[in-house]
C-alpha cells in the first residue's frame, strides 16, 4: 500500500488558500454586521417587544403574589375562604404603600368594569383593617366581592402570560366556566375593524391597480421625451410629506371645496355632497398617496418586455386584443402582484389620513393601536392588535410566495 505525499510548496499553498478565503469571509462580515445590527435593533427588537407585551400579564403576579398563592386549592364555586381574604388584605396594604393599587384596578377593570373605583376604596379600607375576620369585611364593603365571578377573573390575570389582550382583539373572552366565548353584542367591534381595514385596503390596491396600470403601460411604450415628463408628474406626490397631501385632500373634499364648487357649477348636483369625513374621501385620498407604489413596480416589469413579442403575436393573426390580453398582459404579472402586495400591505398600517379625512366609522385597526398606546395606556390590547396585524400580513406574504414566489419580485 502507497502512501501519497504532497510537497511542502503544494501544502502552503492550500493553507494560504483557506487563510485568503477566512479573510475575505470575514471582510464580508465586517462590512454586512453593521446593517444586520441596525435591522436587529430598529426592526426585529421591536416586533419581538411587541409580540411579547401581547401576552405580558405582571400587574396581578407582581402586586398580589399571596391572594394568587391562597387561591390555587379554590374550587371556583363558592366563594373564597378566609385565608384568600386574608392575603388579599395583606396585599392590598403592600400595594397601597407602592402606590400599585390603582394599576391592580385597572388591569382588573378591562375584564369587569368599574373595577377600578372600588380597588381603590377596598385599598383604602384594608390599611384600616388590623384583625378579620376580612371576609366579613369585604363584603360589607362592596358586593363586587361577594361575587365568585370576581374572584376568578383576578385568579386567572393572577398568571403572568394571558390570551386576555389577543381573544379580545377578535371580539372572544373567557367565561366563568374557563371556555371562549364571544363577547356581549355591544362589545363587538375589533372583528368588525379588522374587515374594514381589510376592505378599505383592497379597495385602496384595486383603485391603484386600475389607474396605475394604464399609466405604466404608457410610460414604458412612449418615447423617452414624453415619458420622462409623465414619470415626473408620477413621482411629484413624493415631495410633499403624507401629511401635507392629506390636508391638501381636506380642503379639496370639503363642502365648500372646488369639487363640490365644480359638480354645483355643472347641475350634477342640487346641494353639496359629503365628500369629506367619509369613505369614499378615505379611498380617494388613499389611493392618490398609494397610486406609485403600485405603477412603479407594473413599470419596471413592462420596461422589460421585448414589444416583438406582441408585434409575432400580430403577424400570426391575433388582434390587438387578443395579442394583448394573451400575450403581454401575462407577463405583466409579476409587476402586478409586487405592486399590489406593497400598496395592499402599506394600507393595512395606514393612520393619518383615515384619522383627517374619514369619519368615524372609517377608522382602519392603527387608529386603534393609537388610541390604547397613547390614550388608553393599554399597552397590552395596542400589542395584541398589532400582532394579529403582523400575522395577517405574513399570511398574505405567504399566499404571495406560494403563488407567485418571492424571487420573482420585481419593485422597480
Request: glycine fraction near 6%; charge should be positive.
Amino acid at each position: 500500500m502507497s502512501v501519497t505525499t504532497f510537497p511542502d510548496d503544494q501544502v502552503s499553498l492550500k493553507s494560504r488558500l483557506r487563510r485568503a478565503e477566512r479573510v475575505q469571509r470575514l471582510r464580508a462580515l465586517g462590512l454586512v454586521l453593521p446593517l444586520f445590527l441596525f435591522i436587529l435593533i430598529t426592526f426585529v427588537t421591536p416586533i419581538v417587544i411587541l409580540m411579547t407585551r401581547a401576552v405580558e400579564n405582571p400587574e396581578i403576579a407582581d402586586n398580589f403574589p399571596k391572594t394568587i398563592e391562597a387561591l390555587h386549592g379554590w374550587d371556583a364555586t363558592d366563594l373564597p375562604g378566609e385565608p384568600v381574604f386574608a392575603a388579599f388584605a395583606d396585599d392590598l396594604r403592600l400595594a397601597q404603600k407602592n402606590k400599585a393599587t390603582g394599576l391592580v384596578g385597572k388591569r382588573l377593570n378591562y375584564e369587569i368594569p368599574g373595577t377600578r373605583s372600588k380597588m381603590l376604596q377596598a385599598g383604602r379600607a384594608a390599611e384600616k383593617m388590623t384583625t378579620g375576620p376580612y371576609k366579613e369585611a369585604f363584603l360589607k364593603l362592596d358586593p363586587l366581592w361577594g361575587k365568585a365571578e370576581t374572584w376568578k377573573v383576578i385568579e386567572r390575570a393572577g398568571h403572568r402570560a394571558t390570551t386576555f389582550y389577543l381573544l379580545k382583539s377578535i371580539d372572544l373572552q373567557w367565561s366563568p366556566a374557563d371556555e371562549i366565548v364571544r363577547v356581549a353584542a355591544d362589545q363587538r367591534l375589533f372583528v368588525d375593524v379588522f374587515v374594514r381595514t381589510l376592505g378599505i385596503s383592497m379597495g385602496v390596491t384595486l383603485a391603484t391597480l386600475i389607474f396605475g396600470f394604464p399609466i405604466a403601460y404608457l410610460l414604458a411604450t412612449l418615447p423617452a421625451r414624453h415619458s420622462n415628463m409623465l414619470m415626473i408628474l408620477v413621482l411629484l406626490p413624493f415631495w410633499t410629506s403624507l401629511l401635507v397631501r392629506t390636508t391638501a385632500w381636506v380642503v379639496v373634499l370639503q363642502t365648500e371645496g372646488p369639487v363640490n364648487d365644480l359638480l354645483l357649477w355643472l347641475g350634477i348636483t342640487n346641494e353639496p355632497l359629503q365628500l369629506i369625513f367619509s369613505r369614499f374621501g378615505t379611498i380617494v385620498a388613499m389611493t392618490h398617496i398609494q397610486l406609485p407604489f403600485t405603477l412603479l413596480p407594473i413599470y419596471s416589469v413592462m420596461k422589460t418586455i421585448s414589444p416583438n413579442y406582441v408585434r409575432a403575436a400580430r403577424s400570426l393573426g391575433a388582434g390587438p386584443f387578443s395579442a394583448f390580453w394573451k400575450i403581454y398582459f401575462p407577463q405583466t404579472m409579476p409587476g402586478i402582484a409586487a405592486g399590489c402586495l406593497l400598496t395592499f400591505i402599506l394600507c393595512l398600517g395606514y393612520y393619518i389620513t383615515p384619522a383627517l379625512v374619514g369619519g368615524p366609522t372609517d377608522q382602519m385597526i392603527s387608529y386603534f393601536v393609537a388610541l390604547y398606546t397613547n390614550r388608553e395606556l393599554n399597552w397590552g390590547q395596542a400589542s395584541a392588535l398589532g400582532a394579529i396585524l403582523l400575522a395577517a400580513t405574513l399570511v398574505l406574504y405567504a399566499l404571495y410566495n406560494k403563488l407567485v414566489g418571492i424571487d420573482k419580485m420585481k419593485l422597480g
